[in-house]
Antibody, heavy 115, light 109 residues
């Protein structure tokens, strides 16, 4: 059974940093692109970033370029999102998804940026 | 800035048929945008329904179908069930990056 479990969310002050993790199981992690998608409270989905199977290609939405870094550890079956210089508008539930088309999703982790 | 546009809301009667569309600010949507469709119910994570324009996921009910229609990606629900009431999102590919539409709230009434 495919499982994706996000962790690392929480309350952080503007300008702060947070690292999100996504633990994957039930499939060959190293064979899939992986994605991060977020959803602000009461708003729609926003694609954030994705990373190729071997980590050699990464893409980001313009609003997070230079602040967020997506990475992965195929030996640990884990996906990460390092978030720096956080802003209030980054407040959202962050989901990890399998593949560029995100066929499977985790349950999400809430990030709140507030003073 | 690329914008993907969906109908904000639609209403359909049980047993009816409804088509949701997904337009790109860059022009006509083609198969090269690899349109995906997702369903989200309140308090739940999104669920993938359609990929690459018209391919169903293994769990996607037969009443859901994807297509290209008049320069847009489209999701058609035929024989709508009460449990289809949800928010629906399309996702388009732009050469590396992806962009979600704003979502369509589908009401079954």
């Amino acid at each position: 059974e495919v499982q994706l479990v996000e962790s690392g969310g929480g309350l952080v002050q503007p300008g702060g940093s947070l690292r999100l993790s996504c633990a994957a199981s039930g499939f060959t992690f190293s064979s899939y692109w992986m994605s991060w998608v977020r959803q602000a409270p009461g708003k729609g989905l926003e694609w954030v970033a994705n990373i190729k199977e071997d980590g050699s290609e990464k893409y980001y939405v313009d609003s997070v370029k230079g602040r967020f870094t997506i990475s992965r550890d195929n030996a640990e079956n884990s996906l990460y999102l390092q978030m720096n210089s956080l802003r209030a508008e980054d407040t959202a539930v962050y989901y990890c998804g399998r593949g560029r088309g995100a066929d499977y999703w985790g349950q999400g982790t809430l990030v709140t940026v507030s003073s | 800035q690329t914008v993907v546009t969906q109908e904000p809301s639609l209403t359909v009667s049980p047993g009816g048929t409804v088509t949701l569309t997904c337009a790109s600010s860059t022009g006509a949507v083609t198969s090269g945008y690899y349109p995906n469709w997702f369903q989200q119910k309140p308090g739940q994570a999104p669920r993938a329904l359609i990929y690459n324009t018209n391919n169903k996921r293994s769990w996607t009910p037969a009443r859901f179908s994807g297509s290209l229609l008049g320069g847009k990606a489209a999701l058609t629900l035929s024989g709508v069930q009460p449990e289809d009431e949800a928010e629906y999102y399309c996702l388009l590919y732009y050469g590396g990056a992806w962009v979600f539409g704003g979502g369509t709230k589908l009401t079954v009434l």
